[in-house]
Structure formats: structure tokens, C-alpha cells
């Protein structure tokens, strides 16, 4: 066996090390509290006297010499009975109403027991209208021929059997719709004060950059923070020249210096709805969309101060339609100059040269947004939604309407 070599130790190249210096821990800033949600005052509702609204309807079914008639507009249904669950139909004249609805509402619908006779239905609707109708011994039964398909009316046919018929009814409820009582502006009111303050709440954080989704959905839920459960259409934020679209989709495009911001949005309260618009520019205005905010808020004014009982609504379309006209855009203002509010977003009357006439009333409630549009450019609308009195008109929306005040 061979000897082992001894092996001299080297001295270590590498320095010894070094104590460690003492770095002190950098205290991890705490995360900023949550904006407050600005506190918002809503005016107290009112109780609606919805046993006058079904006596008037029963009144209106007798006026057609029906004895009874199924509403089945779901919103026709909320209008008489406060319910807004929806699959329920109801059921009205002689013998007083009857609300067909099912298992899922059976516990919501116990306020409504004192309004009308409550039916839980255990198959489907269709046959259990024909049940009821049995049981209040009807012989014809009226429809809404607005709302019933040509599907709809056969099966109910068939299922009330011979002997019994259906009739076609238009317009029966649309007329009570039209006017509002003091309860439903009070709603309408609060959705507007809801749609203000969401604004209010985030118009000091807009800023270039954001995409147009973000800010519709931050409008959103501010919205709902406040009570709205559901906006009352789909928001359009359309930043740059995607304002000139008047029924634009908001995408991931960005806000930019120097352009305009289109915002269209609007609230609901207890199943009332408002809707506003509003145009602003981050710095500088375009020169020309600078001149046709102007030209659009002229006839927003024009139109509005002209609203009151007995005007029609042609008349009121043509005076900011006019004013638009002599500016040199009347191309550009294509939509008609409003519509109602109420149950729905889009309610009766429509104030459009598209339209037939109809004369306004007291009660009735209605928006005017004019609007110019440029492509490639940007588009102007300004929307407020008003109140016709006895004398003239209120504006519902508190929100300015000044260049000024629209510059971020």
C-alpha cells in the first residue's frame, strides 16, 4: 500500500466575513381607509293607493264589456299591486283581482293578500288562469293585446275550453301609466338623487387613462351603494370620438387629454327609473366639440322652457330640433328629443318628430336630451328628466349643465 501525501493547509482567500449591519425594518404603511361614502338624503317615500288603481282598472275592464282581463305585463302587474318579482300574472274585474303567481314569491307576496286573493299556482301559468277564470265563472276574458303573443292567446283559448273566449284589449293600462301620482314621483325623484350622488362621488377621480369600462362600472356601484339595485340600463361612457355613437357600448378604449368623456346613465328606486347625460373634457375642448356643447345646451333650454299641460310633443321636439337645424347640424341630431320615465326607462310619451303627437299633462314625466354628433370626432348630449305641473315644468336633476363646470 502506498503512503498517504500529507497536505499543507492554505490560508483562506476569501475575507472573514463580516457582521451583518443592522437594517431597520421599515414599518409597512398601513392601508388607507375607504373613502366614506358620501351620505345621501332621500326624500321619504309615499304609499301608493293602489286599491284606487285597481278600482280604476276594474272600472276600465267594465268600460270594454268584458267581466274580467289578465295582466300579464309584469310591470302592469307592480303598477296595481306594488309586486315587483315578475312570473305572476293577475287577473281583474268582477269579483275582485286575483294574483297568479308561484312557490318562489308565496312569502314575498303577503302584503299584496290585502290587495288581492293570492293563487300559488302547482303547474303551469296558462292553466292556472284557466282555474281561476273557472272558478270566477268567466265567459270572455280580455288580454293585453300588447303584450299577449299569438302563441299566448291560442293556449289560453284552448285551455279556458268551449264556451269561453278571449278578447284583444289595446291601450287598457297604458293610460294610467302616463300620469303619475304623487307616490311614483317620489320615486322617481330618489333615483334621480341616487344617479347624482354616484356621479358626484367619482367625477373628482376620472382621470386619462381609465378605460371606459372601469368608469361605468365604478358609476355603477356607486349607485347601487346607495340603493339602486340595478342600473337602469346598460351605462354608456364613451370616451374620444365614440361619442358621436348615441347608443354606444363602452369597451376598454381609454379616456384621453384633451377629449370629450359621453356619460349616459340612470338609477332605479323601488322599480322607478331616471336617466341623465352629461359631456366633459379632460383639459381642453375640442374646438368644435366646444361649439356644439353650446348649441346643445341652447336647445335643451329652448325645449324645456317651453314644457306644459296642453303643448304637444312634436311641438316641444321641434323647438330644440329647430335650434340644432339653424346651427348647421340637423343632420347630426338623427333621435327624437325624448321620452317618458316611470316603470320603464323608456315609458310613454315620446317626444320625436318620429312620433304621433300627444299632448302634454300634468303628472306626466319626461327627459329632453338633444344631441349632436360628429364621426370621427365626438358627440354632445344633455339630458335631464322633468316634471309637467299645472303651469309649466320642474327639473328633477340638480346636476349643472355649464361648460365650466363639465371641464375635469
Same mark, same amino acid.
Given at each position: 500500500?502506498?503512503?498517504?501525501?500529507?497536505?499543507?493547509?492554505?490560508?483562506?482567500?476569501?475575507?472573514?466575513?463580516?457582521?451583518?449591519?443592522?437594517?431597520?425594518?421599515?414599518?409597512?404603511?398601513?392601508?388607507?381607509?375607504?373613502?366614506?361614502?358620501?351620505?345621501?338624503?332621500?326624500?321619504?317615500?309615499?304609499?301608493? =293607493?293602489?286599491?284606487? @288603481? %285597481?278600482?280604476?282598472? $276594474? #272600472?276600465? /275592464?267594465?268600460?270594454?264589456?268584458?267581466?274580467?282581463? &289578465?295582466? *300579464?305585463?309584469?310591470?302592469?302587474?307592480?303598477?296595481?299591486?306594488?309586486?315587483?318579482?315578475?312570473?305572476?300574472?293577475?287577473?281583474?274585474?268582477?269579483?275582485?283581482?286575483?294574483?297568479?303567481?308561484?312557490?318562489?314569491?308565496?312569502?314575498?307576496?303577503?302584503?299584496?293578500?290585502?290587495?288581492?286573493?293570492?293563487?300559488?299556482?302547482?303547474?303551469?301559468?296558462?292553466?292556472?288562469?284557466?282555474?281561476?277564470?273557472?272558478?270566477?265563472?268567466?265567459?270572455?276574458?280580455?288580454?293585453?293585446?300588447?303584450?299577449?303573443?299569438?302563441?299566448?292567446?291560442?293556449?289560453?283559448?284552448?285551455?279556458?275550453?268551449?264556451?269561453?273566449?278571449?278578447?284583444?284589449?289595446?291601450?287598457?293600462?297604458?293610460?294610467?301609466?302616463?300620469?303619475?301620482? =304623487?307616490?311614483?314621483? @317620489? %320615486?322617481?325623484?330618489? $333615483? #334621480?338623487? /341616487?344617479?347624482?350622488?354616484?356621479?358626484?362621488?367619482? &367625477?373628482? *377621480?376620472?382621470?386619462?387613462?381609465?378605460?371606459?369600462?372601469?368608469?361605468?362600472?365604478?358609476?355603477?356601484?356607486?349607485?347601487?351603494?346607495?340603493?339602486?339595485?340595478?342600473?337602469?340600463?346598460?351605462?354608456?361612457?364613451?370616451?374620444?370620438?365614440?361619442?358621436?355613437?348615441?347608443?354606444?357600448?363602452?369597451?376598454?378604449?381609454?379616456?384621453?387629454?384633451?377629449?370629450?368623456?359621453?356619460?349616459?346613465?340612470?338609477?332605479?328606486?323601488?322599480?322607478?327609473?331616471?336617466?341623465?347625460?352629461?359631456?366633459?373634457?379632460?383639459?381642453?375642448?375640442?374646438?368644435?366639440?366646444?361649439?356644439?356643447?353650446?348649441?346643445?345646451?341652447?336647445?335643451?333650454?329652448?325645449?324645456?322652457?317651453?314644457?306644459?299641460?296642453?303643448?304637444?310633443?312634436? =311641438?316641444?321636439?321641434?323647438?330644440?330640433?329647430?335650434?340644432?337645424?339653424?346651427?348647421?347640424?340637423?343632420?347630426?341630431?338623427?333621435?327624437?328629443?325624448?321620452?317618458?320615465?316611470?316603470?320603464?326607462?323608456?315609458?310613454?310619451?315620446?317626444?320625436?318628430?318620429?312620433?304621433?303627437?300627444?299632448?302634454?299633462?300634468?303628472?306626466?314625466?319626461?327627459?329632453?336630451?338633444?344631441?349632436?354628433?360628429?364621426?370621427?370626432?365626438?358627440?354632445?348630449?344633455?339630458?335631464?328628466?322633468?316634471?309637467?305641473?299645472?303651469?309649466?315644468?320642474?327639473?328633477?336633476?340638480?346636476?349643472?349643465?355649464?361648460?365650466?363646470?363639465?371641464?375635469?
Amino acid at each position: 500500500m502506498g503512503s498517504a501525501k500529507k497536505t499543507s493547509k492554505r490560508p483562506s482567500k476569501r475575507p472573514a466575513s463580516r457582521p451583518a449591519k443592522k437594517v431597520a425594518k421599515k414599518a409597512t404603511p398601513k392601508a388607507a381607509p375607504a373613502p366614506a361614502t358620501p351620505k345621501l338624503k332621500l326624500l321619504p317615500d309615499l304609499t301608493p =293607493d293602489f286599491k284606487s @288603481r %285597481l278600482g280604476k282598472l $276594474a #272600472a276600465a /275592464i267594465d268600460a270594454r264589456s268584458v267581466s274580467h282581463a &289578465l295582466i *300579464t305585463n309584469p310591470l302592469d302587474v307592480a303598477y296595481f299591486t306594488g309586486f315587483l318579482g315578475g312570473d305572476s300574472y293577475l287577473v281583474a274585474g268582477t269579483g275582485g283581482p286575483v294574483l297568479i303567481s308561484d312557490f318562489r314569491y308565496e312569502e314575498e307576496l303577503a302584503p299584496v293578500a290585502s290587495l288581492a286573493r293570492i293563487h300559488i299556482r302547482k303547474g303551469g301559468i296558462i292553466g292556472a288562469v284557466a282555474d281561476v277564470a273557472s272558478q270566477l265563472n268567466v265567459t270572455e276574458l280580455g288580454v293585453q293585446a300588447e303584450h299577449v303573443t299569438l302563441a299566448q292567446s291560442s293556449q289560453l283559448a284552448e285551455a279556458l275550453g268551449e264556451g269561453k273566449a278571449i278578447r284583444p284589449l289595446t291601450r287598457l293600462v297604458q293610460p294610467f301609466r302616463l300620469i303619475k301620482d =304623487d307616490s311614483e314621483v @317620489r %320615486l322617481i325623484q330618489n $333615483a #334621480a338623487r /341616487i344617479q347624482e350622488a354616484a356621479l358626484r362621488e367619482i &367625477l373628482p *377621480t376620472l382621470a386619462p387613462g381609465q378605460t371606459e369600462l372601469d368608469i361605468a362600472s365604478r358609476l355603477e356601484a356607486a349607485m347601487k351603494s346607495r340603493g339602486s339595485p340595478k342600473p337602469g340600463f346598460e351605462s354608456i361612457v364613451a370616451a374620444r370620438a365614440n361619442g358621436s355613437l348615441p347608443h354606444y357600448r363602452p369597451k376598454m378604449v381609454k379616456a384621453a387629454n384633451n377629449t370629450p368623456l359621453l356619460i349616459d346613465w340612470g338609477a332605479t328606486y323601488k322599480g322607478y327609473h331616471s336617466d341623465m347625460t352629461r359631456v366633459f373634457a379632460f383639459g381642453k375642448w375640442p374646438a368644435k366639440v366646444r361649439e356644439i356643447y353650446q348649441i346643445v345646451r341652447e336647445a335643451h333650454m329652448a325645449a324645456a322652457a317651453a314644457l306644459k299641460p296642453g303643448v304637444s310633443t312634436r =311641438d316641444i321636439d321641434a323647438i330644440a330640433r329647430g335650434h340644432i337645424t339653424d346651427a348647421g347640424y340637423g343632420p347630426n341630431f338623427g333621435h327624437g328629443l325624448g321620452h317618458g320615465l316611470g316603470l320603464q326607462g323608456h315609458d310613454e310619451p315620446s317626444l320625436s318628430h318620429m312620433a304621433s303627437p300627444t299632448e302634454l299633462a300634468a303628472g306626466m314625466v319626461v327627459t329632453i336630451e338633444p344631441g349632436i354628433y360628429l364621426p370621427n370626432i365626438g358627440g354632445v348630449r344633455l339630458e335631464d328628466d322633468y316634471l309637467i305641473t299645472d303651469t309649466g315644468a320642474t327639473n328633477l336633476c340638480t346636476l349643472p349643465l355649464d361648460i365650466e363646470w363639465a371641464t375635469l
